[in-house]
């Protein structure tokens, strides 16, 4: 068991004490860490039968734990590629140490993922694979894709945001000159997961009150009551954000928009630029978004180059669009298909 | 009701007096915090003794050197398994060869018998 999620498993344990939550899912026991580099870990799930050949890795977003993408059995993207016959890896970005303030992304693409991404290709025995990455985890597959092409057989994006000047009510405060984030992380680190979850509640400051009146509503419905249960168990089981993370996130995207600048995103020396992805992708949004909202998604015409380009949209919230029935019943299956037709299409001889 | 309390509660988040205000006290609490660890730093390191952001710089350091280990080991075996792969494939003509040149001897004694 992971000892960085023994808060998470804490609160999980806690709530098993309700007999409605007795199938909460606790997939880490299913899975073997493959490789470690720092407190990052890579996950490894396999299939009962093998369908695809290339494997797929999974990159939650580095503000939030990683369990989301495999919540409970019925709401789980991890199942539902693992049923359709991927080889999964997780990345689990776990609670950040002291030691980690001083990760830069520089580091941690030359570094941290260049090894456990290697680990990868040499345990699957692949020259690349798919990487599917979920809200800021998308960012940190998007840049990969650009640094290693070879690599990365396709690309998914789950409402990921990319032009932050569409940013919402997240870019304003980000934005504003007052706050001295450098002097604020230097003084904490890392940055404290507080401060972030009072940031996306103050998005939506009524949205906690009516949840919970709707939740007393609909006490007596079990399904309801466990995936509310599971959801909240979740979104309150947060971590902090390692610092130079933050300085990025904040001063990169959020200020200067480096993706849409002709520049392009700063890693070191390299400008990574949109205009030179031709990796395969696809992109999820959400349209009732509050935190990245769908005019700040990837779009066709931010990357006319790219040869095959899906999107899909759906109605939700930032995580009820992800892991939400509908999309579980439309768009995983599509999802599915869709990345199985482009493994053909890179290397059919291989079939 | 709901959108109309929640409009409000926006324009008041988002007003500059608001973040102004907000942002004046993080940044008041960030430089306290800052000056007094400076200060305690500075105390600590007359007496010789080891600062923890230090110990954490070290250790941050250690870690990427570890990790750029593990990714020289995994560079190693990769190689060491191609040349496995690699002298296998160069015996094997041999082997087949040795195969042939028994199979061959072989044969006469089979017929004569």
Redesign the interface.
Known sequence: MDVDLTKGLALLEKTKNFDWAQDIHSFESEAEIV?E??TLKLLKFNPQKMKARKPVLLIPSFINRHYILDLLPEKSLLQFYLNSGFQVYLLNWAEPQ??????TFK?LFE??L??LF??IR?VSKVQDFHIVGQCLGGSIGLIYSLLNPRHVCSLGLLTTPIDFNFGG?LK??AR?E???LE??I????NAPWLWMQLGFL?L???QIL?KYIQFFKRRNETHFKRNFLALETWSFDNINVRGQFFLTLIQDFYQKNSWMNEKGFQLGSKNLQLANLKTPLFILNAEDDHIVPVESTLKKEHVPQVKSFKKFQVQGGHIGALIGSYSKKNIWPEMISWTLQIEKKVSPNEA | MESQIEKVINQLTSSDLFLRTVATFINFNSYRKIILRHILEKILKDLELPVRRDQERLLALVQELEIRIKKMQLKDEAMSSLDSTLNESRLMPLRNRQKVIKNKKALPQKRMN
């Open positions: 490789a580099a720092g002291e030691e980690d303030q001083y990760l580091k570094v941290h260049d090894y290697s680990k040499h009510q304003d405060w504003h007052t706050l001295h002097k604020f230097e003084a904490r680190g103050g939506k400051p009524t009516t």
